[in-house]
């Protein structure tokens, strides 16, 4: 199954619900990055979270950033995503290693105490920003209570990674679903029971459910309607340009001194650990430019 999000809506508009299937992209960002299972499953949650969001926003330019800074091992992650159905990520400690927590890879005891920084830059002079402290460091539950806390919208987040013996990606998705100020109660009730008895996203998955019958068990009996769907994928925009902007903003003395340095260097991305190679006479280039 390719990698794709829905959008939907359910009870005539009071509730509106995202779902996403993002198993090929989750294992590029762990091929990319090396990371250990625990960290692909706690970075794997907060890029499939990131491009759902990201599917939320209007406008083709709009850029989303999710941040976690934290005291456990992992160390911090960061997410990036577009309207377009594009993401990002890194985390900063790719090898953390725990041991299971009741059978699980223990994504909260990774992460420990810590705050979620949401970044949305729509053009505006300012980026909105809103910042929550980590409720539960599983991530699906931090972005719920981001939600309401932040955006004061009531969601239930559910996210799941599921690795193979190997540690390759078996699969991995979630859904986002959002309920409107004018909701029923029945329509509530009803969504919190069906909320209760759904299986975990990564069983739903692993059982072959398409972001489609997710929706479809989450919003059972409330007349689900798919409104679009789109690709999603693990995208970066980083190129020999781009650094090069980065590299020539260090200042001269630094390009100098690595040109005295004699040797070539090499600069990675972050988001995608892609590495750029300059030769002593492309940095002597830059070092032209940097005046």
């Known amino acids: 199954m390719k990698d794709y999000i829905v959008r939907a809506a359910a009870a005539n508009t009071q509730i509106r619900a995202f779902a996403a299937v993002t198993t ?3 294992e590029e960002a762990r091929q990319r990055h090396g990371t250990s299972p625990v960290a692909t499953a706690a970075l794997g949650r907060l890029l499939t979270g990131g491009v759902m969001m990201g599917s939320m926003m209007k406008n ?17 992650l960061t997410v990036t995503a577009d309207s377009q159905g594009r993401v990002k990520g890194y985390v900063h400690n790719p090898d953390v290693m725990l041991p299971p927590k009741n059978g699980k890879l223990d994504v909260g005891g990774a992460l420990g105490q810590g705050v979620l920084t949401v970044i949305k830059d729509m053009g505006l002079k300012e980026p909105y920003s809103g910042q929550t402290i980590l ?18 919208v009531p969601s239930s987040v559910g996210l799941g990674v599921l ?4 540690n390759t990606v078996r699969c991995a998705g979630g859904f986002i ?4 100020p004018f909701i029923e109660d029945s329509v509530l009730n009803k969504l ?8 975990s996203v990564t ?27 789109l690709p999603a994928e693990f995208y970066c925009n980083c190129s020999k340009e781009r650094i090069e902007k980065a590299i020539i903003s260090i200042g001269k003395k630094e390009i100098q001194s690595m040109i005295d340095d ?21 940095l002597k280039e830059l070092l032209k430019k940097s005046r």
């Not at 739903?204 to 007349?223: A, C, I, K, S």
């Not at 972050?270 to 002593?280: D, G, I, M, R």
């Open 135 to 152: 409720q539960t460091g599983e991530i699906a539950e931090d972005l719920t209570y981001y939600f309401a806390t932040s955006e004061q």
């Open 60 to 76: 083709p330019e709009d850029v989303l950033t999710l941040q976690i800074q934290c005291s456990g091992p992992i160390g911090g």
């Open 262 to 282: 004699g040797e070539d260097i090499e600069v990675k991305c972050h988001f995608c650990n892609t590495a750029y190679k300059y030769s002593v006479d492309e």
């Open 192 to 199: 919190e029971e069906n909320i209760q008895k759904i299986q």
């Open 177 to 180: 679903v959002q309920v409107m």
């Open 24 to 26: 090929e992209l989750v």
């Open 163 to 166: 690795m193979e013996k190997d």
């Open 203 to 229: 069983s739903m998955l692993d059982n072959g459910h398409t972001p489609e019958e997710m929706l479809g068990h989450v919003l059972e009996g409330l007349d689900l309607e798919i409104t679009d769907t």
